[in-house]
């Protein structure tokens, strides 16, 4: 399987990074190697002294398709769930400055979180509302109606270039609020009220 990420898909983190809002979706991908194991602990990679967390509504593909137009992408998917894409930021700035690509900043071991999966029924898609708190505090508020790319969008635009395959993730872009974790933070992710991870940081 594989990640598909989207970057810059929320105006107001748009504005918290200074990036310049984009034409098109940012897309970049995580190896399956990066994802977190169920229950383990993220520990802070040793080449980074700026993790961020990224909390982001997370859309499993349920068939294979390629080229899908917006007005089917909805059959491409059954369930919604909740993630962190982990983002070692002073990683990523080195990167942009030079214009290189973002793996070592975005695609390293553990820097996937995917929580539970709900089925996309029990949700009205145009408004989902999540989460992130830290030690018990709310870091991140978002929802879905802020997306610049709604989900349907981003799977026409992404199957334009990757075949989609069964299982493959698609991780929709983060609201503001992004920040540092710290060793023994607490994250917690919540879709509409409901717990979809509980990650320690190490
Ligand atoms: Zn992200």
Redesign the pocket.
């Known amino acids: 399987m594989k990640i598909i990420?989207i970057?810059r898909n929320y105006a107001k983190h748009i504005e918290e990074l200074a990036n310049e809002r984009p034409t098109n979706p940012v897309v970049f991908m995580k190896p399956d190697s990066a994802i977190l194991p169920k229950r383990n602990p993220f520990f802070i990679p040793p080449f980074s002294n700026d993790v961020h967390h990224?909390v982001?509504v997370l859309v499993k593909i349920n068939k294979v398709g390629k080229h899908i137009q917006p007005q089917f992408a909805h059959k491409y998917y059954d369930e919604i769930g909740l993630g962190i894409?982990f983002?070692a930021r002073d990683v990523q700035a080195k990167c942009k400055e030079k214009g290189l690509p973002w793996e070592k900043a975005k695609a390293f071991d553990g820097s996937a979180v995917i929580g539970e999966f709900y089925p996309k029924s029990e949700f009205n898609l145009a408004e989902i509302k999540f989460q992130l708190l830290k030690n018990d505090e709310v870091v991140q508020d978002g929802n879905s109606n802020a997306m610049l790319w709604k989900i349907d969008e981003l799977i026409a635009y992404v199957s334009q270039y990757f075949m989609l395959k069964k299982g493959d993730i698609i991780?929709t872009?983060?609201p503001a609020g992004v920040g540092k974790v710290e060793e023994n933070d607490v994250l917690i992710g919540t879709l509409e009220g409901r717990e979809a991870f509980k990650i320690k940081v190490k």
């Open positions: 990420c970057g990224e982001e894409d983002t991780f872009g983060t």
